[in-house]
């Protein structure tokens, strides 16, 4: 007899206050899962202290201890949700995995990551936060941003198109769409003077792939870092040391365990989900654990696609080069000359699956807010640098940026919310 799927997801409240809340997952195990996983928890605002992960190729069992950012009130029976949407479906017959059915479940997940784009259209009187406040608002809603043309004009008017998609895909029925306006003139108030909302058609949502091309400079700056440089972003880094990530043979006959020891940041446990999943790498036991100081131990046993060790030198090399990069500089942030204007500029790397990293616009509004600058010009969209896709958000600032010293400050700023650094 089958496990009833609503058993794959527990999650336990703390017994004593300030304690973390454990979620457990324990369903049919698929490459990637962890990653999917930590993804969830990341777009509810949630940090991972600690974790645990074993599986046998075929059933795993993920422990995470988890803690809200700032006080965020969480909506626990909605994270249990979505957890157990990630997680692969089990046959009746007998509990284990079938793995025709897992190939059906990948299958279907991929065609699920093209879902309907709509463009929201909404015009309103431009004020202090309001682009960070009407995000807020689609991310409660679970409208997934991805494309956004913010222009203001000169007297204060401010028409926003907005290309959002739905994880609860209800969004061309009526009622949602009513929800979502009435919930944006809730924050908005009589300032809105318009608010529509319609399915985008091929030629309007082909132009999430039309962005121009980044100036070279910026590409330069951004992009082609190395690691013995101090601050990558620009800002003051919190750690005078660069990731230690080393790999070690001699412990496993079967097993590859990789070792790292890293400064902690918002979402940490996810990039090192997401570079595994995107070098198709299965962990079969895995630890982590941050201190109260902000210092994090990982330790994962590995093995590829074949089932075996990672061996050869230089894959051990890129791999572990490939760690170090994105655990200390997992997002891009800079500020630049735009002619006569102030340009802020983020990049994050998407997932093979297509996926980018959840709340990136969010915590960009909510730091330019909570440094009191506005935003006339707002743009989001895909780049390929390299060998690797990268989300890129590119926010025209208002006139009063123009002094280095304030640059820095946005930089420094933007960099801090991003990375969950106090």
Known sequence: MGIPCDDFVLIRAPETPGDPTVVTVNCPDKTGLGCDLCRIILFFGLSVV??????????CYLVFWVASRGGKAIRWSLLKKRLLGACPAATSASGLYNYYYRQQQE?????EQQPKVFLLKFCCYDRMGLLHDVTQVLCELELTIRRVKVSTTPDGRVMDLFFITDTRELLHTKKRKDETCEQLRSVL???MTSCDIE???EEIASCLQASPLLPPETTEE?????????????????SSTTPSVTVDNSLSPSHTLVQVLCRDHKGLLYDIMRTLKDYKIQISYGRFYASYKGNCEIDLFIVQTDGKKIVDPSKQKELCDRLRMELFSPLRVTVVNRGPDTELLVANPVELSG??????????TLAL???HTRVFLAEIGRH???DTEWEVYRVLLDDDCELSTARNKIVEGVTKMLMGWE
């Not at 600690?50 to 059933?59: I, L, P, Q």
């Not at 996926?355 to 960009?364: E, H, Q, T």
Request: glycine content about 12%; hydrophobic content about 40%; cysteine-free.
């Open 50 to 59: 600690r974790g645990d992960v074993s599986t046998d190729g075929k059933w």
């Open 107 to 111: 299958e279907m997940l991929l065609r």
């Open 189 to 191: 108030g009589d300032s």
């Open 199 to 201: 399915l985008a058609s």
């Open 222 to 238: 951004m992009f082609n870092l190395d690691l013995s440089i101090e601050s990558p972003t620009g800002a003051h880094h919190p």
């Open 355 to 364: 996926k980018g990293r959840p709340l990136v616009f969010y915590d960009i």
């Open 369 to 371: 807010k909570m440094l």
């Open 384 to 386: 390929v640098i390299g």
